[in-house]
């Protein structure tokens, strides 16, 4: 009984642990990959403003852009973007379409869910065209170079330890409360079948003022006055006895005298 009750404290310590571990777990996943997602879009809206306008900045038009002879298949790389990751599309200073890779008439029908953003292209503070991005809510797809892959590897496996040895903390800590709370309880169950067998006045340590520790002190109190009032009974039998045999005597003596 009394190492089901320890058994069923660690148990309950360590399932309040385990549910505890894992929603921190998920909560610091979730918000890892969402401020990735975010440092990966800005990362690539960045690279590619700061390609386009050394580009303007280099040839003073956007001329040989499409050029593949200077960029190799497909053009710059920007350009090789699958519209499903990314919706991108360049207008010259006059709105004129010079790049996309959406389809005709996706402009006026982004990406479901995405987010859309036009950013000014400016070469010496003059705005010499236009990038109009369309980005999925997920950018993971987006993700291609092995630092990247390899931090987010080392982020969950980080997590996971952290969860395995938050967990196996929590069952030391947990055995060791579950015993502290229990072991006052054992030993007023070992006083108590003591006294069901006649040791009275069996007393235990009060060890705390919780309420495990007044019911040690109201069991050492109980177990001192059963102690006293048997005490009392074999007093009073005892001289009940005396006073009994007294006159029992006397009469004895008369008879055995005639």
Known sequence: MLRSLGLKLTLAF????????????????????REFDQFVSDRFQHTLIEQLTDYYASNGSWRGLLDERD???GGP??????????????????????????????????????????????VNNQTVGWLQLNLPPDNSALISGAAELEFLRRVRLATIYSAVATSL?????????????????????????????????????VQSNDEIGQLATSFNQMSADLAHATQL??????????????????????????
């Open 71 to 73: 960029h190799g298949p």
């Open 77 to 122: 790389r920007f350009m090789r973007t699958r519209p499903e990751l990314a919706g991108i599309t360049l207008l010259d200073a006059n709105a004129n379409v010079i790049f996309s890779n959406l389809p005709k008439g996706a402009r006026e029908f982004p990406i479901p869910n995405s987010t859309y953003k036009e950013v000014a292209l400016k």
């Open 14 to 33: 360590l399932t309040v642990a385990i549910l505890s571990v894992t929603l921190v777990a998920i909560v610091i996943g979730q918000r890892t990959m």
């Open 233 to 258: 009974r074999r007093q009073m039998t005892a001289d009940i006895a005396h006073d009994l045999r007294t006159p029992l005597s006397v009469i004895l003596g008369y008879t055995e005298a005639l």
């Open 169 to 205: 903390l929590a069952v030391l800590l947990g055995w060791l409360l579950a015993r502290a709370i229990s072991k006052p309880v054992r030993e007023l169950t070992l006083a108590t079948q003591a006294v069901a067998q006649g040791q009275l006045g069996r007393q235990v340590t």
